[in-house]
């Protein structure tokens, strides 16, 4: 079966430190990726999406970049942090060239300080 | 663009009561897919229910179902003998086909099951 990781879990960092969240999914192959923003209280924003290695499609403009440099690892970063960037990150995964629906992480609470 | 509408931030439900979660959607497309997700407290995001906008039949798993409404664009969510378990906030999401098909969110309703 299929799982889905983030880690880490929770992150305290302060203000225009780096940032690296990591998001692997084992079970599958070549599946479509996407990383996503819950503020708090709100609905989840989509941030990126990748159908393949290497290839990444940025939402909205924003402080962060994601990568996927291999075919089961999307990674989301930052240079530098600002406060606005704080929330729950979500990872998800979805079988490629299907309608089926996302599958989620269990995500990653960021707080910015 | 898509826009998905959950109109009722927070709703409460008696324990064994039946509830029913509105959502609407504005789209141009004739080919889509619906979904809701569960988001309890522990935030793990939960598929509970999707709809192909193609079938006319609407969706049910267990307590679940929705109410599918294509021309009014539509799509609310009656969970049936409500338990404890059900609280969480409860989103509304869209799927147009193509290209990554990426999902489209509501806002969400906060569910809150009472004794």
């Known amino acids: 079966s299929q799982t889905i990781h983030q880690w880490p879990a929770t992150l305290v960092q302060p203000v225009g430190s780096p940032l690296s969240l990591e998001c692997t999914v084992e079970?599958?192959?070549?599946?479509?990726l996407y990383w996503y923003r819950q503020a708090a209280g709100r609905g989840l924003q989509l941030l990126f999406y990748?159908?393949?290695?290497?290839?990444i499609s940025s939402e909205v403009p924003q402080n962060l970049s994601a990568s996927r440099p291999q075919d089961r690892q999307f990674i989301l970063s930052s240079k530098k942090l600002l406060l606005s960037d704080s929330g729950f990150y979500l990872c998800?995964?979805?079988?490629?060239?299907?309608?089926?629906?996302?599958?989620f992480g269990p995500g990653t609470r960021l707080t910015v300080l | 663009a898509q826009t998905v509408t959950q109109s009722q931030p927070e709703m409460s439900v008696q324990e064994a009561e039946t509830v029913t979660l509105s959502c609407t959607y504005d789209?141009?497309?004739?080919?889509?897919?619906l979904f809701w997700y569960k988001q309890p407290p522990s935030r793990q995001m939960i598929l509970v229910i999707r709809?192909?906008?193609?079938?006319?039949q609407n969706a049910t798993e267990n307590r679940f179902s929705v109410n599918f409404q294509k021309a009014a664009k539509s799509f609310s969510l009656k969970i049936s003998d409500s338990q404890l378990g059900d609280t969480a906030m409860y989103f509304c999401?869209?799927?147009?086909?193509?290209?990554?098909?990426?999902?489209?969110f509501g806002t969400g309703t906060r569910l809150q099951v009472t004794l």
């Open positions: 998800a995964w979805r079988l490629a060239n299907s309608y089926n629906e996302q599958f």
């Open positions: 079970g599958t192959s070549n599946p479509n």
């Open positions: 990748s159908v393949g290695i290497g290839q």
């Open positions: 789209t141009s497309e004739s080919n889509y897919y």
């Open positions: 709809q192909e906008a193609y079938k006319q």
């Open positions: 999401a869209f799927m147009r086909t193509g290209t990554a098909s990426k999902l489209t």
